[in-house]
């Protein structure tokens, strides 16, 4: 499947459930494969704030990282539930 449809898919299933942190994290992750890094910021919050979606925080600090916005990133990366360190994703070194 095209990356482009798929992001019109899971914003289709996000409209059908505006609460359900799985389908924004899957649209801001298929928004970043796209190279869309300024909209996923977004969908990547609206799925931390359902605190049901732990992966949301890295793909969060994942996002800030493309966008050079390092405090940020920290910020996601320490947030609860969140499996990495920040330290060991690329484009974090000093």
Same mark, same amino acid.
């Given at each position: 499947?095209?990356?482009?449809?798929?992001?019109?898919?899971?914003?289709?299933?996000?409209?059908?459930?505006?609460?359900? $942190?799985?389908?924004?994290?899957?649209? &801001?992750? +298929?928004?970043?494969? !796209?190279?869309?890094?300024? /909209?996923?910021? @977004?969908?990547?919050?609206?799925?931390?704030?359902?605190?049901?979606? $732990?992966?949301?925080?890295?793909?969060? &600090?994942? +996002?800030?990282?493309? !966008?050079?916005?390092?405090? /940020?990133?920290? @910020?996601?990366?320490?947030?609860?539930?969140?499996?990495?360190?920040?330290?060991?994703?690329?484009?974090?070194?000093?």
């Amino acid at each position: 499947m095209d990356g482009a449809v798929a992001l019109d898919k899971f914003k289709e299933a996000s409209q059908l459930q505006p609460s359900g $942190a799985l389908f924004a994290n899957d649209v &801001g992750f +298929a928004s970043f494969k !796209l190279g869309q890094h300024k /909209e996923v910021v @977004q969908w990547f919050q609206k799925a931390i704030a359902d605190r049901t979606c $732990a992966i949301a925080n890295l793909n969060l &600090g994942d +996002a800030y990282l493309e !966008l050079r916005k390092k405090p /940020e990133a920290e @910020q996601a990366y320490e947030l609860p539930g969140t499996a990495a360190q920040f330290e060991g994703r690329p484009g974090f070194q000093e």
